[in-house]
């Protein structure tokens, strides 16, 4: 482009600024800046990117800021356009400096509107007292998400007779305004098996699907739901649900994925908090906030390590403050999915491109954790503190003679001073300042701990320093000095007292930090560049936070669970649903911005987020509402009249047939097989996976111990997750990452799945579990055997088809095990009083057949 074309039209851009302030001024009498003027400065983030570094500070929002201005003089004068370095800038005046720097230039209108509001004084809102909350609230949005909840009453509907409650009124509108029929209600095998599956993630039992097929009053299916919603079983499988959105697991992550041992005892609480129905409302507020509760309970501050599941970066080159960065990060962005449904983490670095969340809301929210510490507690089960204290006093005699007679207490006095001018005088000594910037990756609160005069410590920080001290001690000594103090003799010794004493459970949680830290948006998203300090604050699209100067955590959590934030019912009854139904009333459940999908019935949707509320945040009673529907209890089989008009299922005209997760897969072989071991809650297990799994993680570091005795048989709930080298099952049936919250998980059909089912040890253990129950618990004879083993996998007699298949199936399977004698040992190694050997083989490699049917791992 040639200097006279660029010329040129930069002086057609300047002329068409002026005549629209020309025009401006005529049309207006006064230009206001909260309705005129602020909408700009938001639309086009003046506030946050200005010029980068070098007008870092400069506030649009302030008066007193911009007349102050930037490091060139004032960036505003009041009666002045043509003098206003603003207006320079968003007229691409100046060389090399440009207002917006990225996105959208201002147009024509706008800029004509900022030279008649400075031209007419540039008069500002009256600022906020100081110490308080000025957020910037942008104008209200239409779109459908951010409105009030609509309280529509159940529409009339021609059908009425199918109709069982308000749920049913506004499914069949739907229905009959797209012409068409709900389907049949399906047989009463099939829901009993959906019900259970759903509301426990277990089949039923032969006695529970005999009870009901027996059961013939009016209510039968109704005392079947109360039954499955006491059962403790009900509080594992909806944990599950929500640990997927607390991106739970049992390790840090990234490269070292260290073990964390008592990450359990957030799931153990959130198991025993669904059991119970705590309310919706408190269950957000105790995760959230429960530290911060008056007089708070030891399980309330449990409940918290819901923020203590991000990843954490143990890699000793990283910068820590990058690495808490990190974490806040998430805990803002998971926050942003589970309850508002939006994808706030995309403004981290810039406004959002699609929804109305500025940088700046991002930062306000984020604002919320960076006050927030990571600690620990003792968090004892019930029975655990009887024995604890009983063998504490003798415990603690042993430990201290054993540091004596190793001269802890001495050395690590001086090694103490060596890694705390470490980190206060950096470079002096090479081998110090690695063992300090390692100490500060791997050790939890190091400089903290090391500040504090030792006769403040609690014992479990000096348990903890004394411990790794021992451990760590070598990386700033020789070896000869190391040998000498028999360091590894002691940790030995510390080891085999630890594992003989009963210490009570503790649990990660978090705190609030001393005193208010101050929050900075960061340019470009960088932790590094800071810009203007920014409050605690909501998302300006959303009503108002009304709280104190500087609302806490609490008050965000209680403002979550009112009703003036609508997202939040609308975003929880829309994942119950999707769990029912395979989808959620909005596919997205996820992403309820602008570039979500619609709600397919958005009156449902508001009536039973309404419905949430005013049943006082029950979950019990909102899986009651929709099991109890007609529309939960339709076939799921398929009519050719809507596999044109409704693949997908949008209009509900049938239920839906889900593969079921990865846990409930699992689940369910060890139930029918008789495996299972059904204690709720407690530690994680490592059940026998496949050879190779564990050296696939960094420098072959994750140890996979098989956890002995029954243990290894509980529910998947209940299996150790590592980041790096997940339980192979889990991954090859859809299980998430853990990395990020998941509100829906994805379905996939591989041909490993089927290989998974045939050839992993636990299904093929399950196997010979079911062969020897049904040999050993059914009538004598093949028919009455095999309608045994369809009662405990699929809830159901067999068919006629069936029995001949499967009888010639059999057949062909002795006959293969009488020519391969090694073969039916390897399949059946035990033995069954009363039973052939060679027959107990072949029911073996039958009950494998079971246990990969579609239908096994289906629910109808």
Avoid at 401 to 428: F, H, N, S, T
Avoid at 452 to 478: C, E, H, I, T
Wanted: hydrophobic share 40%.
């Amino acid at each position: 482009m040639s200097a006279r074309t660029t010329a040129a039209r930069a002086g057609a851009w300047l002329s068409s600024s002026l005549a629209a302030a020309a025009l401006c001024l005529a049309a207006q009498p006064r230009v206001e800046f909260s309705r005129d003027v602020q909408p700009i400065f938001q639309k086009h983030c003046l506030a946050c990117h200005g010029a980068q570094q070098q007008m870092s500070g400069l506030r649009l929002d302030r008066g007193e800021n911009a007349l102050r201005g930037g490091y060139s003089g004032p960036v505003i004068r009041p009666g002045d356009s043509a003098g206003s370095r603003l207006i320079r800038l968003v007229s691409g005046q100046e060389k090399g400096l440009v207002m917006p720097p990225a996105g959208a230039r201002l147009t024509a209108s706008e800029t004509g509107a900022l030279r008649a509001w400075i031209d007419q004084g540039a008069t500002w809102p009256a600022p906020a007292p100081e110490g308080t909350t000025q957020a910037i609230r942008k104008p209200a949005s239409s779109h459908w998400a951010f409105q009030p909840l609509r309280r529509s009453p159940p529409p009339a509907v021609r059908g009425r007779a199918w109709v069982r409650n308000a749920v049913d009124a506004f499914v069949l509108a739907r229905l009959e305004a797209e012409g068409l029929e709900p389907s049949p209600e399906a047989d009463k095998n099939t829901l009993i098996r959906r019900l259970s599956l759903d509301l426990t993630g277990l089949p039923p039992t032969p006695r529970q699907v005999a009870d009901f097929l027996a059961d013939n009053r009016p209510n039968a299916y109704e005392h079947v739901v109360d039954a499955l919603l006491a059962s403790p079983h009900y509080g594992e499988k909806w944990a599950r649900h929500w640990l997927d959105l607390a991106q739970y697991a049992d390790s840090d992550g990234y490269e070292k994925d260290r073990e964390r041992p008592h990450a359990w005892r957030f799931r153990h609480w959130a198991i025993e908090a669904l059991n119970r129905d705590l309310p919706f409302d408190q269950f957000t507020i105790e995760q959230l906030a429960g530290d911060l509760l008056p007089n708070a309970a030891v399980e309330q501050k449990v409940a918290t390590g819901f923020l203590r599941n991000t990843l954490t970066n143990r890699e000793a080159g990283v910068d820590r403050a990058e690495a808490r960065f990190e974490q806040v990060v998430s805990r803002a962005n998971t926050v942003g999915t589970v309850w508002l449904g939006l994808t706030v983490g995309c403004a981290q670095c810039h406004d959002h491109k699609y929804d109305p969340i500025s940088q700046r809301d991002y930062y306000q929210l984020f604002a919320f954790f960076d006050n927030t510490e990571e600690a620990d507690l003792d968090a004892p089960l019930p029975g655990e503190l009887g024995p604890y204290w009983q063998a504490r006093p003798e415990y603690y005699n042993k430990r201290n003679a054993l540091l004596q007679q190793y001269r802890v207490p001495e050395v690590q006095a001086e090694w103490e001073k060596g890694i705390l001018e470490a980190a206060d005088q950096p470079g002096k000594r090479l081998e110090w300042d690695f063992a300090w910037t390692s100490m500060r990756a791997m050790f939890d609160g190091a400089e903290k701990l090391l500040r504090l005069d030792p006769g403040r410590r609690a014992q479990r920080q000096k348990d903890r320093l004394a411990d790794y001290f021992v451990g760590a001690y070598g990386s700033v000594v020789n070896a000869a000095q190391i040998k000498e103090l028999k360091f590894r003799e002691l940790r030995d010794k510390l080891a085999e007292l630890e594992a003989g004493f009963p210490a009570v459970s503790q649990a990660p949680a978090v705190e609030e930090q001393t005193g208010p830290s101050k929050t900075h948006l960061r340019l470009r998203g960088d932790y590094r560049e800071k810009g203007v300090e920014v409050q605690p604050a909501t998302p300006a699209v959303l009503p108002a936070l009304s709280a104190s100067p500087r609302p806490s955590r609490l008050d965000l959590a209680r403002w979550l669970v009112t009703e003036a934030a609508p997202l939040t019912a609308r975003v929880t009854v829309n994942r119950l649903w999707q769990d029912y139904f395979g989808r959620g009333l909005v596919r997205t459940s996820e992403d309820f911005g602008a570039q979500g999908e619609r709600p397919s019935h958005p009156e449902l949707l508001d009536w039973l987020a309404g419905a949430l509320i005013d049943h006082g945040w029950s979950w019990k009673q909102a899986h009651r509402l929709i099991v109890a529907s007609a529309a939960y209890r339709q076939s799921s089989a398929a009519r050719p009249d809507l596999r044109g008009r409704d693949p997908d299922n949008v209009f509900l005209a049938r239920q839906s047939r889900l593969r079921l997760p990865a846990e409930l897969i699992r689940d369910s072989a060890l139930a029918s097989s008789g495996l299972l071991h059904p204690a709720i809650g407690g530690r994680s297990v490592k059940p026998p996976q496949p050879a190779g799994v564990s050296e696939l993680s960094y420098s072959n570091s994750v140890r996979w111990k098989p956890t002995p005795g029954m243990e290894r048989y509980r529910r998947g709930l209940y299996v150790h997750y590592q980041r790096t080298s997940p339980y192979p099952q889990m991954s090859n049936f859809d299980a998430p990452e853990a990395n990020v919250a998941c509100s829906r998980r994805r379905r996939s059909n591989t041909p490993l799945q089927a290989l998974n089912l045939l050839n992993d040890p636990v299904f093929f253990e399950a196997a010979q579990g079911l062969a020897a129950r049904v040999l050993r618990e059914a009538p004598a004879g093949f028919a009455h055997r095999l309608d045994y083993a369809y009662q405990l996998c699929l809830g159901r007699p067999a068919g006629a088809e069936e029995k001949q298949r499967l009888a010639r199936f059999l057949e062909e399977q002795i006959e293969i095990l009488r020519k391969e004698p090694e073969s039916a040992e390897a399949l059946f190694p035990n033995r069954l009083e009363g039973i052939e050997p060679l027959e107990a083989a072949a029911w073996t490699a039958l009950g494998r057949v079971l246990l990969n049917l579609d239908e096994f791992i289906t629910r109808q």
